[in-house]
């Protein structure tokens, strides 16, 4: 294990060259953190996300292989590692993924790998297949067609469940048409469309790329998970998120065989 003083000397190199961490508050030794012995940033998000894989998980925490989709400084990946999980994360900011790999070293967790890549590139034979996908703040940044290619690439590489948190939109104000069906939904800008790739690397909290992106609403999201083969979504209302906004929702889709189509009886 490395030792206190060295853990604090190198997080402050890092902070140094990247900047504080941005939300992801990691117990790195005592009351050592990478943000503050207070709750801080994602750490109720956390308890949510932890309780949905407990309960409905295909298979005991220490026996799943956990996707964590543009994991930022690594949290999520952390905990389920800690927890026995084999953890995966995908980051594409040299600056969360630089934070994500200290917090792996200080905890020696073998059974978790980073890599720094666009999660637009995941695919089953890059990474292979998972018991759970963590998809967190991450699809709202997507512009159309993205968001619907990369629901697709989720569900090649999901065997079981993927857990989504996201802004979609309230009021139908844009009609995109993927694959000659319409979903509805409304444009949201990331980036000013003169800013340089330099200058939207550095805004952390918004797409790699892409000046707008695409929040469908509600009844489109879940047609198009069902569309491409998750045969049951439900919505997590507990544990609680305060203050978590109008517009945010947490949901777990479900990949099975579907139901039989049988007729039921009639009363």
Not at 109 to 122: A, E, G, I, Y
Request: proline content about 5%; some cysteine.
């Amino acid at each position: 294990m490395m030792e206190k003083a060295e853990i604090i000397k190198r997080k402050e190199a890092l902070i140094a060259k990247y900047g504080p961490w941005t939300g992801h508050n990691i117990r790195l030794a005592d009351d050592l953190y990478t943000i503050s012995p207070q709750l801080s940033g994602d750490e109720i998000k956390l308890r949510r996300i932890r309780q949905i894989v407990a309960d409905l998980s295909p298979k005991p925490v220490d026996q799943l292989r956990v996707l964590d989709l543009a994991c930022l400084e690594g949290l999520y990946a952390c905990e389920f590692a800690r927890l026995g999980a084999t953890a995966v994360g995908i980051e594409g900011r040299e600056a969360n993924i630089a934070k994500a790999h200290f917090a792996q070293e200080v905890l020696g967790l073998s059974n978790l790998s980073f890599h720094q890549d666009d999660v637009r590139n995941l695919s089953r034979a890059k990474y292979g297949e998972f018991d759970v996908v963590l998809c967190l703040g991450i699809l709202y940044h997507l512009d159309a067609p993205d968001v619907f290619l990369f629901l697709e690439k989720i569900a090649e590489v999901c065997r079981g469940i993927v857990i989504i948190d996201t802004h979609i939109a309230l009021k139908k104000r844009k009609t995109v048409r993927y694959q000659e069906k319409d979903y509805q939904g409304k444009s949201f800008r990331e980036h000013s469309f003169w800013s340089s790739l330099a200058e939207r690397q550095k805004a952390l909290w918004a797409s790699l790329d892409n000046p707008r992106s695409f929040w469908p609403t509600l009844p489109a999201l879940l047609s198009f998970l069902t569309g491409i083969g998750f045969t049951s979504t439900y919505e997590c209302l507990s544990p609680p998120e305060p203050n978590k906004p109008r517009d945010r929702i947490t949901l777990v889709a479900v990949g099975t065989e579907p139901a039989p189509k049988e007729r039921t009886l009639a009363l």
